[in-house]
Nanobody, 132 residues
Framework: QLRLVESGGGFVQPGGSLRLSCSAS??????????LAWFRQAPGKGREGLSC????????NYAEFVRGRFTISRNNADNTVTLQMDHLYSDDAAVYYC???????????????????????WGKGTLVTVSE
């Protein structure tokens, strides 16, 4: 069982930056065999996939509306994944979640699922507020 805990959310003014972190723990917690991703959900809206990083850390994917503003990175030694968010707008206000998908048979460290893939583990989220 993998436990994911997000941190780093808070209040930021438009144009500002935040850095979210997600730490993994649990029995046998090692992120080497997991794809990691960030999602968000704003009030009254559906969940959106933002970014994904492959298990080997060498491939990333971004939703078009965050590409160039958000950067995902992972540190398997520390069991963490981060999301650097720059140039935040009011539309970026949401609860942000990290998630993990286990590598299954036939999938290697380069595997990158689509954002609608059913992730295996989810954190409880961290709130990001963007306002003047």
């Amino acid at each position: 069982q993998l436990r994911l805990v997000e941190s780093g959310g808070g209040f930021v003014q438009p144009g500002g930056s935040l850095r979210l972190s997600c730490s993994a723990s649990g029995a046998g917690a090692t992120l080497n065999n997991y794809v990691l991703a960030w999602f968000r959900q704003a009030p009254g809206k559906g969940r959106e996939g933002l970014s994904c990083v492959s298990a080997n850390g060498l491939a990333t994917n971004y939703a078009e509306f965050v590409r160039g503003r958000f950067t995902i990175s992972r540190n398997n030694a520390d069991n963490t994944v981060t999301l650097q968010m720059d140039h935040l707008y009011s539309d970026d206000a949401a609860v942000y979640y990290c998630a993990a998908a286990r590598l299954g048979p036939g999938r290697d460290g380069w595997w990158m699922p689509a954002f609608d893939y059913p992730m295996d583990y989810w954190g409880k989220g961290t709130l990001v507020t963007v306002s003047e």
